[in-house]
């Protein structure tokens, strides 16, 4: 399963990808919103940090907004795909996109029926949100389970991104039910590497080889 940096902070994006286990980011208007900076520049030194698929979101609403700014989106750099919401005018500026070979996330979904949408018009990735279902008490993993299970029935090629990754037992559910991909705040990310028993197992190797070794210092 890839694992996606869910971030617009250019300095936790280069920290996480100097460890080699990051295939991509994704971003949106709130990320981005709280860094400093022109957001297109932004956006083109992740991909430079990346060198894999990087989703920036359009804010326009209306289909003829979608298109101009996401031609411009796609612009930035070639690693760049354009992120569209769940809405009427987003499914029509998705396949008018794609159509065109623009890379498309499909995002804020929260029902199979949405991501069916999606994937018959075309999206690269789709993003249903599951720490936001949770939050109103609905799990979020069932949803992931029905959208591979209705993916696979019709081998659509839109790959199953899942978003709004609040901790580490989204990202492995989301490996056990066969998503493509999950994307991640960099502190979730961070506590993939954390069990207790690999820190006193450590602890342990190193201290008994310094005591086996002590003495030939001495
Ligand atoms: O990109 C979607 C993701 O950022 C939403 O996460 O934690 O705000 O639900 P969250």
């Known amino acids: 399963m890839k694992l996606f940096v869910d ?7 280069e920290t ?3 460890i080699g286990i990051v295939d991509g980011v994704t971003t949106n208007p709130s990320l981005l919103a709280k860094e400093p900076g022109e957001f297109k520049a932004n956006l083109k030194r992740i991909c430079d940090i990346v060198r894999g698929p990087v989703s920036g979101e359009v804010v326009s609403t209306d289909f003829a907004g ?16 354009v992120k569209v919401p769940l ?6 500026a998705c396949k ?8 498309v ?10 991501a069916l949408l999606a994937a018959k018009a075309g999206a690269t990735f789709v993003s249903p ?5 949770d939050d109103v008490a609905t799990n979020g993993m069932d949803l992931i389970r029905e959208i591979v299970g209705i993916y696979d029935n019709y081998e659509f090629t839109t790959e199953v991104l899942v978003a709004s990754c609040r901790h580490p037992i989204h990202v492995v559910e989301a ?39 002590a003495a030939t210092k001495a």
């Open 66 to 81: 979608m298109i101009r700014e996401g031609h411009d989106i796609a612009a930035i750099d070639e690693h760049m795909i």
């Open 16 to 18: 996480l990808a100097a």
């Open 87 to 92: 809405t009427r005018d987003g499914i029509r």
């Open 96 to 103: 008018a996109m794609s159509s065109d070979g623009i890379r």
């Open 175 to 213: 490996a056990r039910l066969g998503a493509d991909i999950a994307t991640c705040p960099p502190a979730v990310i961070d506590a993939l590497f954390n069990h207790p028993l690999t820190n006193i197992g450590l602890e342990k190797f190193l201290k008994d080889w310094e005591k086996a070794h």
């Open 129 to 133: 949100f599951v720490g936001r279902l």
């Open 7 to 13: 971030s617009g902070n250019i300095k936790d994006i």
């Open 105 to 114: 996330n499909v995002t804020l979904v929260f029902s199979a029926a949405q």
